[in-house]
């Protein structure tokens, strides 16, 4: 039974798992809305161009078809316009959309009494498939479906075709609920697949912090992230590849990760970048220069309590002058002055680098 639950609620993922993959859900129901609501919109368009053509204007099917046509484009016009702002409403539009087809199916099916709703059946099906939600929904909307299409053909219909339209549904609908649950099980393992691949190509796996394909491939939203400035840290660990010689590479691993980890506490995990064997990079959005000084500061003091230390630099720049080419070499440019720096000093090794 426990494994039955999981399979209806997390689509066969632990619960940490499925809540992970929110986003990524959001996102493929966003694209499908955009898609299908679009391609409903010229399917009734093509319908009521069609009644009109062969002089059927004032049918009840025309009338279906301009409200489907109408409700399709509001539909629509909400996916692509207020979604991006209002990520939120994304799933309760997806089951507007299909509910507005499932309805349609039905009000058709009504006006023929003598014929079964073979649409709507075909809809049970169809339907989940479009949408990337919780098994245990799905299964609750198609039981819905079932029993709104009972109740109409036993309200609208001769009493042998609706005794198959009942019978039909029930059958097909629990065939429906059956595959629906598989296929989110097969769809949310291919979404976990997919962020845990996009995890690995972007992640270094020594520090947990973005590595340098992900810092190339940011970089250039930083313009866009920032409303007045825009600073830049760059950093070298000193002493790396001595502390590698005399007291192994586990130490060394040691030292990059308690780096890591500081710049992390300090300008977050979004921000921070390992872009080399010994190299660092951080953005503070917003932040004046002088607050940056401060943080840095801050972190090579308890790094120095480990003996750990570090060579920084820091550049930044206003939205309106922003460069990141400019800006980051600025930065790695003061990194290089401090690490000489460090290294002049009285009793520095020059080989600790």
């Known amino acids: 039974m426990d494994k039955v639950a999981n399979l209806l609620l997390y689509a066969g993922l632990t619960k940490s798992e499925y809540a992970a993959l929110a986003d990524d859900a959001r996102a493929e129901n966003a694209k499908n809305l955009n898609t299908y609501t679009l391609v409903a919109v010229l399917a009734f368009a093509a319908l009521v161009v069609a009644n009109a053509l062969v002089g ?44 507005t087809l499932y309805a349609f199916s039905l009000a058709i099916s009504a006006i023929h009494p003598e014929l079964p709703a073979v649409t709507s059946i075909v809809l049970l099906f169809a339907l989940p498939f479009l949408i990337c939600d919780r098994p245990v929904r799905l299964a609750a909307m198609t039981a819905l479906a079932v029993a709104t299409l009972s109740a109409m053909s036993f309200a609208c219909k001769d009493a042998f075709v609706a005794w198959d339209d009942l019978w039909n549904g029930v059958s097909f609908g629990a065939v429906a609920i059956l595959v629906e649950t598989l296929q ?81 506490d300090a300008f977050g995990q979004a921000h921070t970048y390992r872009i080399g064997g010994d190299e660092f990079v951080c953005f503070a959005t917003d932040v004046p220069e002088h607050t940056v000084h401060a943080r840095v500061g801050h972190i090579a003091a308890r790094l120095a309590g480990q003996n750990y230390y570090i060579s920084a630099g820091i550049a930044s720049q206003l939205k309106s002058e922003l460069d990141m080419h400019a800006l980051t070499a600025a930065a790695e440019k003061a990194m290089y002055q401090a690490k000489r720096d460090f290294y002049a000093q009285e009793g520095r090794d020059r080989r600790r680098r």
Not at 71 to 83: D, E, I, K, Q, T
Request: hydrophobic share 35%; charged share 20%.
């Open 56 to 99: 059927d204007l004032t049918s009840i099917n025309q009338t279906y078809y301009l409200i489907m046509l109408g409700a399709n484009l509001v539909l629509w016009v909400c996916a692509h316009y207020l979604l991006p702002g209002r990520p939120g409403l994304t799933l309760p539009l997806m089951y507007v959309f299909t509910g």
């Open 184 to 264: 989110q099980r097969t769809k949310y393992r291919m979404l976990y697949q997919g962020r845990r691949i996009k995890h690995l190509s972007e992640t270094d796996l020594l520090t947990g912090v973005h590595n340098r394909n992900h810092y190339e491939g940011r970089l250039p939203a930083y313009a866009q992230d920032c409303r007045t400035s825009l600073a830049c840290l760059y950093v070298d660990v000193n002493g790396l590849h001595e502390l590698n010689d005399t007291k192994g590479h586990h130490a060394g691993d040691v030292m990059l990760q308690t780096v890591a980890k500081e710049l992390v």
